[in-house]
């Protein structure tokens, strides 16, 4: 039997896993729950369970495993329980769906996906980053324009500059990127 090394989380671990993961895995919970308090809570429920009850990894990918399985399952208990089940929300949502394996994986990899795009952005100047993060979000150059008060070719530029800086930090996740994005329709 090979020797695995387990690790447990140091304060500082723990800090940086919560503050990178917290905001993803509340909209990954908010996929099942439709309701960002609740999200909120079960998310926060699963770090104070790690921190508590000291729980030992092998590495990051089991971390994050045991963090989307977790909030996956909260998610359908808090669904399943008596309170859900006596309101309007329940009848709304396909349970079916959700319990899915297909649905699972395909949240996380649209929330591992979000975290490397957003990696990727915070590494733009802040003017470039909030323009694109704008852009992303839906708006128009015009629409962007003026909520910055600046000019469509301001806009432009900005955009051409964040691209030139976002390809080569992303060019290594392009394909994956355009396949997941493909394939995302259930």
């Not at 008596?82 to 349970?95: E, H, Q, R």
């Not at 899915?100 to 957003?118: A, N």
Request: glycine share 0%.
């Amino acid at each position: 039997m090979a020797n695995i090394n387990y690790y447990k989380l140091t304060l500082n671990d723990y800090n940086s896993l919560f503050n990178s993961m917290y905001k993803p895995l509340c909209l990954f919970a908010n996929k099942y729950l439709e309701s960002l308090d609740d999200s909120k809570d079960i998310v926060q429920d699963v770090f104070v369970k790690i921190w508590e009850n000291k729980i030992v990894f092998k590495d990051e990918h089991a971390t994050k495993s045991y963090l989307y399985t977790s909030i996956k399952n909260k998610c359908l208990d808090k669904l399943k329980s008596k309170s859900y089940k006596s309101t309007d929300f329940l009848a709304t949502i396909n349970l079916e769906k959700i319990e899915s394996e297909h649905f699972f994986l395909s949240e996380i990899v649209i929330t591992e996906t979000s975290i490397i795009i957003e990696n990727a952005i915070s590494t733009l100047p802040n003017k470039c980053a909030k323009i694109i993060r704008m852009s992303l979000k839906g708006l128009a150059n015009f629409e962007i324009a003026d909520e910055l008060d600046i000019s469509i070719n301001t806009v432009k530029a900005q955009k051409k500059i964040a691209y030139k800086r976002l390809k080569p930090l992303l060019e290594e996740y392009f394909i994956f990127i355009a396949i997941i994005f493909k394939d995302v329709n259930y």
